[in-house]
């Protein structure tokens, strides 16, 4: 049987004419990061993005790479990345505004580990005030051993990989992540030493045997907790830095969306992600993410105790 290709997929999935050029447009844009990856420059560029966090050659020409292609697309009003200041509006008839992280983790390639683009996509070109839950789409590649990419436009999640020619087939239709988990990908652990919430989190996942499942890249652990149907993924704030490092545009909305269309759930610990305002683009938050019982749990041991 012949093998169902992206366009194909997003065409049968319902998705409408433009965004699924769109979708084809980033998959398109992901294949040159790919090929940058593993053959390009690995070096520091000398630049430090908004957070203060040195910039990666890579980290630039990854962005350039999706910013040039979405503005190519004229089908994007806006685009909001995780390497630029601020919002870039675009001239442009195209009424989506596509907020992404161009190369999550980047700092892993320089390891050989696995990295991600990651994206979300409001049919609008405001986002004040707006929360996950106006996403109309999300989507995240993933620079594995193998390259994937998964999506989703807000009825089921599926996997495509990239195959011999440079296309992407599908693999895997319809992932649902069962809701209990029995292994753990816990970011910024150095939290239980400030928390005790988070120590009695962190006890309570030992003593349920859970198995430790943890790369140190969002999108290579939670990519884990889907293609495995089960697990969580956490990265909590310290007394420091409440708030954690990842941030709500780029990375936590888009993997709460992709990840509740799974039937799983995402959390800051007392509120779901999707329900969270965006009040600026380099808001971050705590997040909690992946199967609901286990979330739901993590919801319960934070509130334990709270003023
Ligand atoms: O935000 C980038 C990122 O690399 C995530 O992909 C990952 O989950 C997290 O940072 C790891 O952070 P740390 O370096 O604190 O373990």
Redesign the pocket.
């Known amino acids: 049987m012949k093998d169902t290709s992206l366009n194909n997929f997003l065409y049968q999935n319902g998705a409408k004419d433009d965004l699924r050029h769109l979708i084809i447009d980033i998959a398109t844009s992901s294949k040159y990061i790919i090929h940058s990856i593993k053959t390009g420059d690995l070096g520091i560029a000398g630049t430090s993005n908004l957070y203060g966090e040195k910039q990666l050659a890579l980290d630039i020409l990854s962005d350039k790479i999706i910013t040039d292609s979405l503005i190519e697309s004229n089908l994007v009003c806006a685009l909001a990345s995780e390497e630029k200041e601020d919002i870039q509006t675009i001239d442009s008839a195209g009424k989506y505004a596509v907020v992404f992280d161009p190369l999550?983790?980047s700092?892993?390639v320089g390891t050989n580990l696995a990295v991600g683009s990651i994206f979300g996509i409001f049919e609008s070109n405001d986002l004040n005030n707006k929360t996950g839950k106006d996403l109309i789409a999300a989507l995240y590649v993933m620079y594995g051993p193998r390259t994937t990419l998964i999506f989703s436009i807000g009825n089921g999640v599926h996997e495509f990989t990239l195959n011999d020619v440079y296309e992407y087939v599908l693999t895997k239709k319809n992932i649902i992540i069962s809701n209990t988990a029995s292994s753990f990908s816990p970011?910024?652990i150095n939290s239980i030493k400030t928390n005790s919430k988070y120590n009695n989190l962190f006890t309570h996942w030992i003593t349920s045997n859970y198995k430790l499942r943890y790369s140190?890249?969002?999108?290579p652990?939670v990519n884990s907790i889907l293609l495995r149907e089960e697990g969580i993924f956490s990265?909590p704030g310290t007394n420091k830095t409440p708030k954690g490092?990842?941030?709500l545009l780029y990375?936590c909305i888009p993997m709460a969306y992709i990840i509740s269309n799974a039937g799983g759930k995402a959390s800051n610990g007392y509120k779901d992600i999707l329900d969270i305002k965006i009040e600026s683009v380099n808001q971050r938050t705590p997040i909690f993410i992946g199967s609901k019982n286990a979330v739901e749990k993590v919801e319960e041991l934070l509130k334990v105790g709270a003023g």
């Open positions: 999550d983790g700092s892993l970011g910024n140190g890249g969002m999108v652990d990265y490092k990842l941030r990375e």
